[in-house]
């Protein structure tokens, strides 16, 4: 039986960004199917790391492959929004609008056109909503929102048109203790339903055991990514 497909794929990745040391990941490959967890990314090297994965930003030296291709090698801006379609980024850098409501917010990934949703907007805003629990909340303003219901809409937004690839930064950063293990389960039964790929930075290790199948830890300054091991889930 063939390995899954592998859909993102770092190889002696360095990229200076200014910080004591440049960010640094010797290898790492993500499959089909497939959650990480990766530790020792603090949240500047998280966003370097997901510009990296999504060819929003190029190495300085080594190699960033998705889904086969060498991100040194997307055309021109099209070919690359082409690409971002394949990845959802749950991350705080996602703007939610104050004054929207739920469903609005939810509906932009579809469409501009927020103040009269079309009936197939409003279905697929729904069923959204519905996977991330805010299906009882679509009419509050974003700004009415707690930390956790927040979070839960940006992973809303995140997973809207479809992704194969999710990329989450620390998304367990601003929670209140008592709601993390609700939104770890909650993460990880849309990954499973969806079959996604999914790519977590947290520096949460239980966190991060509750949402993924592997969990790493990156030493900065080599560059290895190191497998934890005897662990298991607490959650």
């Known amino acids: 039986m063939s390995s899954p497909e592998v859909v993102v794929a770092l190889r002696e990745v360095e990229k200076d960004y200014k910080s004591l040391r440049p960010l640094r990941v010797r290898h790492f490959e993500l499959r089909h199917g497939e959650s990480v967890a990766l530790l020792g990314f603090d949240a500047t090297a998280a966003e370097i790391l997901v510009n990296l994965v999504t060819g929003a930003t190029l190495p300085d030296s080594g190699e960033v492959d998705v889904f086969g291709v060498s991100t040194r090698h997307i055309a021109d801006p099209d070919a690359w929004l082409v690409e971002m379609d394949r990845f959802g980024i749950l991350s705080q850098r ?71 690839v999710l990329l989450a930064e620390h998304p367990n950063a601003m929670l209140p203790a008592d709601a993390v293990p609700r939104f770890a389960a909650a993460l990880a039964a849309v990954v499973a339903a969806r079959k996604l790929s999914m790519l977590v930075m947290t520096a949460d290790s239980a966190f991060a055991r509750a949402v993924s199948t592997r969990t790493l830890t990156l030493n900065g300054a080599t560059g290895e990514l190191k497998r934890a091991s005897g662990w298991r889930k607490w959650f």
């Open 94 to 164: 996602v703007v939610l609008l104050d004054a929207f409501t739920v469903e609005q917010n939810l509906a932009l990934p579809f469409s501009l056109e927020v103040d009269d949703l079309s009936d197939t907007v409003r279905a697929s805003v729904r069923v959204v909503a519905a996977e991330v629990g805010l299906l009882a909340q679509l009419s509050q303003p974003a700004a009415s929102l707690d930390a956790d219901a927040q979070l839960r809409l940006r992973l809303g937004k995140a997973l809207a048109l479809g992704p194969r």
